[in-house]
T-cell receptor
Framework: QKEVEQDPGPLSVPEGAIVSLNCTYS??????FMWYRQYSRKGPELLMY????GNKEDGRFTAQVDKSSKYISLFIRDSQPSDSATYLC????????????FGKGNQVVVIP | DAEITQSPRHKITETGRQVTLACHQT?????MFWYRQDLGHGLRLIHY???????NKGEVSDGYSVSRSNTEDLPLTLESAASSQTSVYFC???????????FGPGTRLTVL
């Protein structure tokens, strides 16, 4: 079983719809969770960063962490064509000398 | 503004040649990383460094080497390029390696 599982998609939605993305993981020690957005032929950029369980909201984006189910989600409200990108989840167990575990990424296409 | 730059952005080389990809960051981060990104595999860690003169192997380090002589730079060398090393390479840096990374724009390498 891979440490982090993420459905690669692609996921196509009409403009204005809610986009729902998720990752599952196996390592119960993970407590730092990130979502990256990667446009075509660009480097990943940090979108959301959360610690432990709970929700975090930033504009149209909401990140949720459910540690009991080992499940994290990213919601994009009122999706725009500019949200078309690949979204990668990442997580780690501790600060300091540790490395991130990445999902393979989920491609999202928002159709005007 | 602080940033990470990579050069070249595109490179075509032949099997057996030595190739060096440059990475330069102005964040003054101690922690630097090299990843490769391939369809179906996501981001895979090649090498990383937690400071000057420190280097460590990642999960796909065979055929690659790095050296860290200063805080700003972590060049990646392919000792004898192979077609299997055709990929997109991303450099990243972080203030804390257990949390989020800042990525460079990537280098697209083709080995013929």
């Amino acid at each position: 079983q891979k440490e982090v599982e993420q459905d690669p998609g692609p996921l196509s939605v009409p403009e204005g719809a809610i986009v729902s993305l998720n990752c599952t993981y196996s390592n119960s020690a993970f407590q730092y969770f990130m979502w990256y957005r990667q446009y075509s032929r660009k480097g990943p950029e940090l979108l959301m960063y959360t610690y432990s369980s709970g929700n975090k909201e930033d504009g149209r984006f909401t990140a949720q962490v459910d540690k009991s189910s080992k499940y994290i989600s990213l919601f994009i409200r009122d999706s725009q064509p500019s949200d078309s990108a690949t979204y990668l989840c990442a997580m780690s167990a501790m600060r300091g000398n540790n490395r991130l575990a990445f999902g393979k990424g989920n491609q999202v296409v928002v159709i005007p | 503004d602080a940033e990470i730059t990579q050069s070249p952005r595109h490179k075509i080389t032949e099997t057996g040649r030595q190739v060096t990809l440059a990475c330069h960051q102005t964040w003054n981060h101690n922690n630097m990383f090299w990843y490769r990104q391939d369809l179906g595999h996501g981001l895979r860690l090649i090498h990383y460094s937690y400071g000057v003169q420190d280097t460590n192997k990642g999960e796909v380090s065979d055929g690659y080497s790095v050296s860290r002589s200063n805080t700003e730079d972590l060049p990646l060398t392919l000792e004898s390029a192979a077609s299997s090393q055709t990929s997109v390479y991303f450099c990243a840096s972080s203030e804390d390696p257990g949390t989020y990374l800042f990525f460079g724009p990537g280098t697209r390498l083709t080995v013929l």
